[in-house]
């Protein structure tokens, strides 16, 4: 049995998506400090921030990779109309 599998003359090369560029990461590193500081002072529902969201963003931050608990990552749907509460797939 020949198990051998043909592969591509040309490898593709790894390019880093540079998420530091992305709106996203922009939006997170502008406003990040002032959401915790208004969420402590109690500007929002709630006992503000819990220690484990704080601790994504901030990681979001040095890697640019938004990971959810249970390590899933985070992908945005493309449907036109997501179901109700659902605005991403967790993979």
């Known amino acids: ?5 043909e592969t591509p003359a040309r490898c593709s090369v790894y390019r880093r998506r540079r998420p530091e560029r992305t709106p996203l990461y922009r939006a997170v590193q502008g406003h990040l400090e002032t ?3 208004l969420a402590r002072d109690g500007h929002t529902d ?12 901030r990681r979001y931050l040095e890697c640019g990779i938004p990971r959810l608990r ?3 990552v985070y992908q945005p749907t493309a449907s036109p109309a997501p179901a109700a509460g659902s605005a991403g797939t967790i993979f």
């Open 1 to 5: 049995m020949d198990l051998a599998v």
């Open 35 to 37: 959401y915790l500081a």
């Open 46 to 57: 709630g006992d503000g921030v819990p220690r484990y969201v704080e601790g994504e963003f």
């Open 70 to 72: 249970g390590g899933g």
